[in-house]
């Protein structure tokens, strides 16, 4: 029979074998997307489209990459940039007032009615504060990259949808970011309504960017996502403003929490184990 100390090295040399098989997979993993499944019909707005990964992994590896994550995701030793990257600005501006049409799309999460399209303006900024249980989120949305989405986002967030809502989905690796939006916080849920994509080739993500979900084009709803770290997309999400310092920090904290794995191995990331709630959302015009 094996003794207390047998066990205690065989049990370490598996996690060191499992460690490895990670960090070897995790070479060869590339990042193109962000998102999950959307909605019981797969068919709700507001959802980053799914990773894909390039390697040679069976299913049985995948599903000790999931495990293996979750594990290590609890760590606090992630490795988070602290530069941030330039904010995004359009090649060309857009006319200036603009009309933007929202349509119905799926069944709301919450009670919500839908933006007005009309005269909407493409100029200036509006500041948001996500109060949440851990801190407090500073945002500022830039009208002049995506009007349509700061129009919808305000909306929401003066008509209290975002308001007890929590944070879904968090990513530690290659693609680091926090997805929030859904009310139903399974990574399913909408506004009920959907508008266009207002990207250009240009778009780029980094530190400090805030962008929003989407399940394909033109499906964007109330989903987004703030991006904390690295974040190798194309230029297929709408980018509608920045996070504040402080906000960062708050982030980078829920990120060291790690998480429980839920989304691996794709399309990545997990449920926060640090549990986020907005308890309000002001609006600074």
Known sequence: MATNQQRRE??????????????????RRRI???????????LVTGLIVVLATRGGDSAADESDLAIDSSASASA??????????????????????????????????KEVSVPNGEDVSSEG?????????VGDI????????????????????EEGFYTDTGCHRIGTEGLQMLQCGDPTGEGTGGPGYAFADETFDSLA?????????????????????????EAPLPPDYTVFGTI?????????????????????????GGKPNTEVTFTDVTVEA
């Open 10 to 27: 065989a049990a370490k040399r598996k996690l060191e074998r499992q460690l490895a098989r990670r960090a070897e997979r995790a070479k």
């Open 205 to 229: 993500y980094g530190r400090g960017i805030l962008a929003m979900a989407n399940s394909g084009p033109d499906t964007n709803g109330s989903q987004f996502f703030m991006v904390y770290g």
């Open 244 to 268: 504040d310092d402080e906000g960062l920090e708050v982030i980078d904290e829920i990120a060291r929490g790690g998480h429980d794995g839920s989304f691996d191995p794709s399309p990545g």
């Open 125 to 133: 900024t509006v500041k948001v504060t996500l109060h949440s249980n």
């Open 138 to 157: 500073g945002l500022e949305l830039d009208r002049a990259l995506a009007p349509c989405t700061v129009n919808s986002f305000v909306h929401l967030a």
């Open 32 to 42: 193109v997307g962000v998102g999950a499944t959307v909605g019981a019909v797969v």
């Open 76 to 109: 606090e030793d992630i490795e988070i940039p602290t530069e941030r990257v330039e904010p995004a600005t359009r090649p060309e501006p857009l006319p200036n007032p603009i009309s933007c049409e929202y349509t119905e799309s799926g069944e709301a999460a």
